[in-house]
C-alpha cells in the first residue's frame, strides 16, 4: 500500500502541483529529498511536475494571493485541486502544503490527507530552486517577472488600503 | 533626483574610480576618498547623495556616493568586513528595507542580472520603498511582516544571501524563519545587530555573544563578526553561511 504524496506550490505566475514518487512510508522520503535536493535531473526523478494553473491576469494572481497570504482557498485553488489531486483508490492521496492554516482550511474543504513540515518543506525548497526548470515554457526571467509585477500591485494595495495612516510596527 | 550636472567630487576636479575587493562595489578617488556604486539609473540620485560620471572611452558611466553613516552595509564594507556575498548577479532579499536607500545600493551591487527582494512592514518606509523599486526593475517589493515568510511565498525565489536590518528582539529567529524557506543551502547571511533593540540592560557583546548562539541552533554558522565603530554605536554585523555542506571526509 503506497503513498501518493502531492505537493502544492504557489507562485507568482501560478498554482502548480507536483507528484512525488511513490513510498511506501512519507518518514522515508526525507533522506532520499535531501540527497537529491541540489541537482536538477536527480530531484526531477523525484518530484515531477502533474498540473499548472496560470494566473490569466495580473488581477487574477494579486486575488489569489490576497487569499494564500491570508490562509483562504480561492475559488481558483479550489477547482484546481478538484481537478487534479487523485481520488482516493488503491493509493492513498495525500497533499503536501506550505502552511498549516491554508493546510487546515483544504483539509476541511475537500476532506484530504494534508501534510505540512518536514519532508514537505525540504521538497518545496528544491521546487523554489528548480520551479523555473520544472515547468514546461517558463523561464527563470519570466518566473522573476511575474513576481516583480505582482510584488508591486500587492504592495501598492498594502500601502493604498492603509486607512488610518497610522505606522504599522517599523520594521 | 533634482540634481543635475556632475557631482560635486573634489570641485569639478577628474575623479577617479577604482573596483573594491569587493566586487560591485567602487573606490572613488578624489580630494576625500569615498565609497560608491555604479547607478543603475543615470541622472537620478535616491535619497540626495552625490553622484559623479567618468568617461571610460565613448561611455560615460555614473557613480553614486554611499554613506557610511547612512547606511550599516557601507559601515561594514569601511570596516574591513571579509565578505559581504553581495555582488554582481546574486539573488539577495532583504529584510528590512525602510525607504530603500541601502536597498538601492543593493541593486546597482547586483546589477541587472541580479535580484533584490526587498520587505519592509512600515507602509510610511514603504511608499518611499515602492518609489525606489518603480525605476529599479531588480527590487521586488514586499510590504509585509517578515514574521510571517508563508504571507509572501508567492513572491520570492530561492536567494544566495539574506541581509537584516530589522531592528527587531527576535530578528535572529526572523531572519531563520525566512533562511527555512528562502536560503539556498551553502547560501549566506549577513545580519546588522543594534544591541539595545535586543537587550538594552547588557553590555553589548554579551547580545551580540547571545545572538551568534541562537544562529547556531537555527543551521546558522556564524564565520564572521565586526563592530561598525565609528560609523554606529554599539552595531554588531555578523556574517554566515546557512545550512553548510558537510565536510568532505578524507
Not at chain 1, 518518514?27 to 535531473?41: D, I, K, R, Y
Not at chain 2, 541562537?214 to 554588531?236: F, G, I, V, W
Request: charged share 25%; glycine share 10%; hydrophobic share 40%.
Amino acid at each position: 500500500n503506497m503513498v501518493l504524496l502531492h505537493v502544492l506550490f504557489e507562485h507568482a505566475s501560478g498554482y502548480a502541483l507536483f507528484a512525488v514518487k511513490e513510498v511506501e512510508e512519507i518518514g522515508m522520503l526525507l533522506p532520499q529529498v535531501e540527497e537529491c535536493v541540489l541537482s536538477l535531473s536527480k530531484f526531477n526523478s523525484m518530484v515531477s511536475l502533474a498540473a499548472f494553473f496560470p494566473f490569466k491576469s495580473a488581477q487574477g494572481a494579486l486575488e489569489n494571493m490576497n487569499a494564500i497570504s491570508e490562509g483562504l482557498v480561492h475559488a481558483d485553488l479550489k477547482l484546481f485541486l478538484d481537478t487534479n489531486v487523485p481520488r482516493p483508490g488503491k493509493k492513498k492521496p495525500v497533499v503536501g502544503v506550505s502552511d498549516a492554516k491554508i493546510g487546515a482550511a483544504l483539509q476541511e474543504e475537500f476532506g484530504m490527507s494534508i501534510q505540512t513540515g518536514g519532508v514537505v518543506v525540504e521538497i518545496l525548497r528544491g521546487i523554489r530552486l528548480h520551479f523555473h526548470a520544472l515547468v514546461k515554457g517558463l523561464t527563470a526571467v519570466a518566473a522573476s517577472k511575474a513576481q516583480l509585477g505582482l510584488g508591486h500591485s500587492y504592495s501598492r494595495a498594502k500601502v493604498k488600503f492603509n486607512v488610518n495612516r497610522a505606522d504599522n510596527m517599523i520594521i | 533626483g533634482s540634481r543635475g550636472g556632475r557631482g560635486g567630487f573634489g570641485g569639478g576636479r577628474k575623479v577617479l574610480v577604482e573596483p573594491h575587493r569587493h566586487e560591485g562595489v567602487f573606490i572613488c578617488r578624489g580630494k576625500e576618498d569615498a565609497l560608491v556604486t555604479k547607478n543603475m539609473v543615470v541622472g537620478e540620485s535616491v535619497y540626495g547623495e552625490k553622484r559623479m560620471s567618468v568617461e571610460e572611452g565613448e561611455t560615460k558611466i555614473e557613480y553614486r556616493a554611499w554613506n557610511p553613516f547612512r547606511s550599516k552595509l557601507a559601515a561594514a564594507i569601511l570596516g574591513g568586513v571579509d565578505q559581504i556575498h553581495i555582488k554582481p548577479g546574486a539573488k539577495v532579499m532583504y529584510l528590512g528595507a525602510a525607504s530603500g536607500t541601502t536597498v538601492s545600493h543593493v541593486s546597482d551591487i547586483v546589477g541587472p542580472e541580479g535580484l533584490v527582494y526587498a520587505v519592509e512592514f512600515s507602509h510610511r518606509s514603504g511608499r518611499d520603498l515602492l518609489n525606489v523599486a518603480k525605476k529599479r526593475t531588480n527590487i521586488i517589493p514586499i510590504i509585509e511582516d517578515a514574521r510571517h515568510p508563508h504571507k509572501y511565498r508567492m513572491l520570492v525565489g530561492m536567494v544566495d544571501v539574506i541581509f537584516a536590518d530589522v531592528a527587531q528582539p527576535d530578528q535572529t529567529r526572523i531572519v531563520a524563519l525566512n533562511a527555512h524557506n528562502f536560503l539556498k543551502n551553502g547560501g549566506h547571511f549577513v545580519i546588522s545587530i543594534k544591541a539595545n533593540c535586543i537587550d538594552s540592560t547588557a553590555a553589548p557583546e554579551a547580545v551580540f555573544a547571545a545572538e551568534v548562539k541562537k544562529m547556531s541552533s537555527e543551521n546558522m554558522k556564524p564565520q564572521e563578526q565586526l563592530t561598525l565603530e565609528p560609523y554606529e554605536r554599539d552595531h554588531a554585523v555578523v556574517v554566515g553561511i546557512y545550512r553548510p555542506p558537510p565536510k568532505q571526509k578524507k
